[in-house]
């Protein structure tokens, strides 16, 4: 089976009869998780910038 990519990956979970305990190790890992999604986007960025060419300013092009 190939790799699905998706942009947006949408879940409900239903904690009504959780301890609150379990409830705030949930709500800090999905706010772990999005932390860890917008530094990767930041380091994507950086990368692609990377990529970019670049003259030389000493050099003349045209």
Known sequence: MGE???DTVN???NLADCSPSITNVVTQTI????KVI???KEE????E????WKPEL???YF
């Open 4 to 6: 699905v990519k998706t």
């Open 11 to 13: 879940f409900s979970l």
């Open 31 to 34: 706010q772990i998780l999005q």
């Open 38 to 40: 917008e530094n990767d």
């Open 44 to 47: 994507q960025k950086k990368k």
């Open 49 to 52: 910038s990377k990529k970019r």
């Open 58 to 60: 000493g050099e003349d």
